[in-house]
């Protein structure tokens, strides 16, 4: 069974630039979720889907990022225009409700890292 | 105030030795009490779960839960090298759709 995927792994730009970056969760989970660490920090929760609702964006820095989940199946996550703040790693997370009631477990991706210069 | 406060470290300790790792935090909702491990340039993995209060003990490893003093530990025994890495506490609760929040990480050195 594939795992969660993101892409791209790194992604550099230069501040005032739009940057996307996608996630695929495993199959058949309904929650999505978004968190970024920047240096030295801890991972940030950003945004939570169920499906293709927003359940959670309480964490989501402010209007120069937008996140989208299409059909309740991947997500992106796009930054406009990106500012050197952005900088860091972000990762993406899905569970299945009744399975993280039992377990306690995200099953995350690599994560995408964003350099901004 | 943090809801989730963790020694980032770093944590070095010679193979063998017992390794303590603790959180605390200010939440009482917070019900679901996990350890992930973080290899560099990889995302969690959950090593640990525990449901409310109590210990649990898997392998080499123990977790526990005081939710009286709001404190979480996580013990490694006969640490190996391979244990290296950046733990992370997390938290959650079935109120606000079990959002996950975490610590901001040990960073732990088993040194050979």
């Known amino acids: 069974e594939a795992g969660v995927t993101q892409f791209p792994s790194h992604s550099v730009i230069e501040k005032g630039q739009t940057v996307t970056l996608r996630c695929d969760p495993i199959s058949g989970h309904d929650n999505l979720y978004w968190y970024r660490r920047v240096m030295g920090k801890e991972i940030k929760f950003l945004l939570h889907?169920?499906?293709?609702?927003?359940?959670?964006e309480s964490g989501m820095p402010n209007n120069r990022f937008l996140a989208e989940r299409t059909g309740g199946t991947y997500s992106t996550l796009k930054v406009q225009p990106a500012e050197l703040e952005d900088s860091g790693v972000y990762f993406c997370?899905?569970?299945?409700?009744?399975?993280?009631?039992?377990?306690?477990?995200?099953?995350f991706g690599e994560g995408s890292r964003l350099t901004v210069l | 105030q943090k809801e989730v406060e963790q020694d980032p470290g770093p944590l070095s300790v010679p193979e063998g030795a017992i390794v303590s790792l603790n959180c605390t935090y200010s939440n009482s909702a917070f019900q679901y009490f996990m350890w992930y491990r973080q290899y560099s340039r990889k995302g969690p993995e959950l090593l640990m779960y525990?449901?409310?209060?109590g210990n649990k003990e898997d392998g080499r490893f123990t977790a526990q839960v005081d939710k009286s003093s709001k404190y979480i530990s996580l013990f490694i025994r006969d640490s190996q090298p391979s244990d290296s890495a950046t733990y992370l506490c997390a938290m959650s609760s079935n109120t606000g759709g079990f959002k996950t929040i975490f610590g901001a990480g040990t960073r732990l050195f088993v040194k050979a």
């Open positions: 525990t449901y409310s209060s």
């Open positions: 889907f169920v499906k293709e609702s927003k359940q959670d």
């Open positions: 997370a899905s569970s299945q409700t009744r399975d993280f009631q039992n377990t306690g477990e995200l099953f």
